[in-house]
């Protein structure tokens, strides 16, 4: 069953691949996945267990397992859906005019650059999801065809994640490695804020060869029988903004000052939108009300992008419960031995699998190393894995970059195809050769830094 398992992984991976050839959803193919997988595991368990099978214990290994990993994923989940409806409750109440009416250019360069650096910074302070919903929002503002607006996407993809990579709150892999002492703050931001940029830089500066000309903003689309009214005010446009940016804003606040997890903080911005929202439109008639209202904006959220996320996720975690990551983490110690190798060959990978399965097991293959117990013949080896050692740090960045290189290979990716309807080969053909130059450009120059400090 374990080789079984890794097959129907590939096969539905490359369903998933093809999705516009074969006409076939992705979230269908991601589910049937995740189920199958998960199955083919419990199945190999239990010939391996008749006894438990005998006793018809459903508490054994594998459903345990999937129950934990199901909590794990429900939490990116109810995050991805309380981010996704402030989004949408702001773009309902048309709160980002506030910052598209002062982005007054229309060339192709220049907005390329705006739309990078803006999604970059944004990214390190708030996470590369929640950015790339944000920026993607904005995107619908600015740009009117939808195949133009997927190279800007694509470039929201890659800033979102190299901008997450140097802040220990800007991904979710960073910040494991931050709560587990791998990174500390300080550390992480001053190792990886120059590779991240250029990162993010080597993208640009192509794009920037190949983008000519100016871009036509989309049409507004007015009722007929309500003529040019807006249905909002300024000052509820403001206000909505306000409080939607700063809902997101304060969910690293309030999981620092609280521990709870980043879907509690969501949900409570949301929580806080929602009565503002309702009190603001209490006066209004429900014909006019229920458009700016979160039950009439849920409706508006793409479901299927959430089971995608969540058919991927589950399959996924599939293969790290059978020990399939775990033992791709330990063939490539013993064939590349190299920290920088080994990391440049995770972030590849990541973009293939989920980063974040990814560095729980170089978290559980490479444990966290004391000072103290660097010496003996193992000495350099081991100092790699103290805290803000070599290894931890480009781990950071190499996972949270390398998922670039492919449109599923990260959150910011799967957001961004499931809000647009990005076609993989399109993004593989135009973006992912992109992304890998910035990829390789960054570690390029987080090794030159290391070798000359």
């Not at 800007?152 to 991904?171: E, F, K, M, R, T």
Request: proline share 4%; charged share 15%; hydrophobic share 55%.
């Amino acid at each position: 069953m374990y080789a079984w398992m890794a097959l129907i992984f590939v096969v539905g991976y490359l369903c998933i691949a093809l999705e516009h050839p074969l006409r076939i959803d992705k979230a269908a193919s991601a589910i049937l996945t995740a189920v199958l997988c998960w199955t083919a595991l419990v199945l190999g368990e239990a010939s391996i267990l008749p006894a438990v099978q005998a006793a018809g214990d459903g508490s054994h290994g594998a459903v345990s397992e999937l129950r934990h990993h199901l909590g794990e994923i429900a939490e990116i989940l109810f995050f991805l859906l309380g981010a996704m409806t402030i989004v949408e409750l702001v773009d309902a109440h048309e709160g980002f005019r506030v910052i598209t009416d002062r982005i007054q250019t229309r060339k192709r360069v220049p907005l390329l650059w705006i739309v990078g650096f803006f999604t970059f910074f944004l990214s390190a302070v708030l996470d590369n999801l929640t950015t790339t919903i944000v920026m993607i929002s904005l995107l619908r503002k600015l740009i009117g065809e939808p195949r133009e607006r997927w190279f800007y996407a694509g470039i929201v993809v890659i800033a979102a994640n190299a901008g997450g990579a140097w802040s220990p709150i800007g991904d979710v892999t960073t910040t494991m490695l931050w709560i587990g002492n791998q990174i500390t703050t300080g550390g992480i931001v001053a190792s990886l804020f120059l590779p991240s940029l250029v990162c993010l830089l080597v993208p640009l500066l192509a794009l920037s060869l190949i983008l000519r000309g100016e871009t036509a903003r989309p049409q507004a689309v007015i009722d007929p029988e309500e003529g040019h009214r807006d249905p909002t005010t300024p000052f509820e446009r403001g206000l909505v903004l306000s409080l939607g940016l700063g809902s997101l804003l304060f969910v690293p606040v309030f999981k620092t000052v609280t521990h709870l997890p980043p879907y509690m903080g969501i949900l409570f911005g949301l929580g806080v939108l929602w009565v503002a929202t309702e009190v603001i439109h209490r006066g209004k008639n429900d014909e006019a009300k229920h458009p700016l209202s979160v039950v009439g904006v849920l409706r508006r959220i793409d479901t299927p992008s959430i089971l995608f996320f969540l058919g991927i996720l589950l399959a996924v975690s599939s293969l790290a419960t059978a020990g399939h990551l775990t033992q791709v983490a330990g063939l490539l110690k013993e064939q590349l031995g190299n920290v920088y190798a080994i990391n440049i060959a995770i972030g590849l990978l990541s973009a293939v699998v989920d980063n974040v399965p990814l560095v729980a097991g170089a978290m559980k293959m490479y444990p966290l190393v004391a000072p103290a117990a660097v010496s003996g013949s193992e000495a350099e080896w081991l100092q790699h894995f103290v805290t803000d050692g070599t290894f931890w740090e480009m781990l950071a960045y190499c996972a949270g970059t390398g998922g670039s290189c492919l449109i599923i290979g990260s959150a910011a990716g799967v957001a961004a195809m499931g809000m647009e309807r990005i076609n993989f080969l399109w993004y593989l053909k135009y973006i992912s050769g992109l992304a890998l130059l910035g990829y390789l450009g960054g570690a390029a120059t987080f090794i030159a830094l290391k070798t000359l400090t």
